[in-house]
């Protein structure tokens, strides 16, 4: 009876040194027009603080963060913090008409939330229409004080975020698009920290470039901030070793190249081992869908090494736009860090076993219209057939909290209705098949429950990798292939000892992955492609998760401030 006694001064001590470790991070956000000039062009763009990338925001794990978001901007808006589990902070999430309302022009809203069990590199954006395109930022989580990263410190790390950009309104392209039923305008260029390159018009002058110091290593927070396109990234001459994704730590994987989707984020240490000189840095699409247009410019930076004379830098030779086989043994062949900071096992007990079938869809054009998208229809989306459509007149999370009728319903099927050949180019343009009736669909979990979910791709209109985004869980990637899953085959692939940990998956084109996770937090959880132009559409389903029974797994209030519909 003893034993206790002496704990308990120790837990006492060791809970006092862990919260006195801890900080509160406060920043404010002030969201409004600005007037930038990119490609010879001057464009109104909606930022926060007047900067592209918005503000870095760098915190430690433990730590609360507050956010009070100013919108001076003349459109509704949100902010997601994209990766942060939000344990029992849900309101923070930020996804429109899921987790809160908009905040209107002309009122404000303050995020604040606890970082816990997370280090690494995540990221902010706007949740509401294509506002993202230009208002987002980095959030780094670097250890808790005292603790160290599980490899050598870097010499100094830099954040390299890839974005995208139209000489155009972003919202006015969305709103187009949707209009006429077809695909939206493509994007005039890519950028790294804001800027597209010298490969542009008008755009050497302020090509991002990085200083690196011969023989010193550096850490590089990849952040693909895109909308519509995934990225393989290279650096002329070097290697990259990457030692963390979606901020979970990985086993080192050394490479020449990078794919990143859209939502990721990797993280990769560079070694400055090359001669004396200046390296491009460049990225361009890895565009999967067969014959879909895209942007296939090259946006670039510039490494210059400390004392180089040359002033030309070398180029590297990225991969083939489709090249397909690169993405997949990028993707596949990283493993987590076994044992690591905040590492968690794969739970083995499955409790809720999902089939998910998701792509593109139609929808019907309504009256004696022709629309742009195929046979005359409009382009849609669905999960298993079924084409998600947000509420307007509340948020799903406060339906959740209040017990509203009648803002969703939580039918979400667990299979397909019906089987079919899912990969079958065939059945791309099949009517009887293709059309998903829209609807407010969820699936509904048990807290704490273990879901595991077999993401298979279909071909309807073409076949594409779909990045998935799961909002405040991360997810074990037990296996990832071509063509329609196999349980009896695909099974003896399954990885259930280091398994890739992310929030957000390129599920393969034309292919499937499995993933598992655990339902640990109550509240209600967006799931979705993170293609921007498929989300409208109707590429999205949540989970809403019930709460535990306990205070401490329940989800509490909503702050008084949370903005109304």
């Known amino acids: 009876m003893a034993r206790p006694v002496f704990l308990l001064p120790f837990a006492l001590l060791l809970l006092a040194s862990t919260m006195a470790s801890a900080d509160v991070v406060e920043h404010s956000f002030h969201v409004q027009n600005l007037t930038v000039r990119r490609l010879c062009h001057e464009q109104v763009i909606t930022a926060v603080n007047g900067s592209l990338p918005g503000p870095t925001i760098r915190v430690r794990e433990g730590d609360t963060l507050v956010v009070h978001v100013f919108n001076k901007s003349p459109y509704n808006l949100t902010i997601h913090w994209h990766g942060v589990f939000q344990l029992l902070s849900g309101w923070a999430d930020g996804p429109v008409y899921a987790t809160q309302c908009a905040i209107r022009p002309g009122h404000s809203y303050t995020y604040k939330f606890t970082i816990t069990g997370q280090e690494g590199t995540l990221w902010w954006h706007a949740h509401v229409q294509w506002l993202r395109a230009t208002v987002y930022g980095a959030l780094i989580i670097r250890p808790r004080a005292g603790h160290k990263y599980p490899f050598p410190k870097p010499h100094k790390e830099y954040p390299i975020i890839l974005g995208e950009w139209w000489n155009a309104n972003v919202i006015d392209v969305e709103n187009e698009g949707l209009a006429s039923g077809g695909a939206p305008n493509i994007s005039d260029a890519y950028t790294i920290n804001g800027q597209p390159g010298d490969l542009y018009p008008c755009s050497q002058k302020h090509t991002h470039k990085i200083k690196v110091v011969q023989g010193k290593t550096y850490l590089l927070r990849i952040i693909n901030a895109a909308l519509n396109n995934q990225f393989f990234f290279k650096i002329a001459k070097h290697k990259m070793k990457v030692i963390a994704v979606d901020a979970s730590y990985t086993e080192p994987y050394v490479t020449d190249v990078v794919v990143i989707a859209p939502g990721q984020t990797t993280d990769i240490l560079l070694t400055a081992d090359q001669s004396l000189g200046s ?287």
């Open 279 to 565: 390296y491009y840095m460049a990225a361009h699409p890895y565009a999967s869908a067969a014959g879909a247009t895209f942007d296939n410019t090259t946006t670039t930076g510039i490494v210059v090494y400390d004392g180089a004379t040359s002033s030309t830098p070398e180029m590297p030779v990225l991969p083939a736009f489709n090249d397909t086989p690169t993405a997949h043994k990028f993707f596949s062949n990283l493993t987590a860090l076994s044992n690591g900071p905040h590492w968690t096992p794969v739970p083995l007990q499955i409790d809720e076993h999902m089939f998910v079938t998701f792509g593109l869809a139609l929808s019907p054009c309504g009256g004696n219209a022709t629309c742009a998208g195929p046979l005359g229809q409009q382009f849609s989306a669905s999960m298993n057939n079924a084409s998600f459509q947000f509420p307007t007149k509340l948020s799903m999370l406060q339906a959740f909290f209040f017990g509203v009728s009648g803002i969703y319903t939580a039918d979400f099927p667990d299979q397909p209705p019906v089987e079919f050949d899912y990969t079958n180019s065939n059945i791309s343009l099949d009517q009887s098949l293709i059309f998903a009736p829209k609807s407010t669909r969820v699936k509904k979990l048990k807290y704490n429950a273990t879901v595991e979910i077999v993401l298979q791709n279909t071909a309807f209109v073409t076949v594409e990798n779909h990045p998935i985004h799961i909002h405040g869980f991360n997810f074990h990637i037990l296996a990832q292939g071509f063509g329609n899953y196999n349980a009896t085959t695909d099974r003896k692939k399954f990885n259930l000892e280091n398994p890739v940990v992310r929030n957000t998956i390129g599920v393969p084109v034309g292919g499937w992955a499995v993933i598992r996770f655990q339902a640990n937090n109550p509240g209600v959880w967006l799931v979705h492609c993170h293609l921007d132009v498929h989300l409208p559409w109707g590429l999205a389903t949540a989970f809403v998760v019930e709460n535990g029974p306990t205070p401490s797994s329940t989800l509490p209030p909503p702050p008084a401030d949370l903005p109304r519909c």
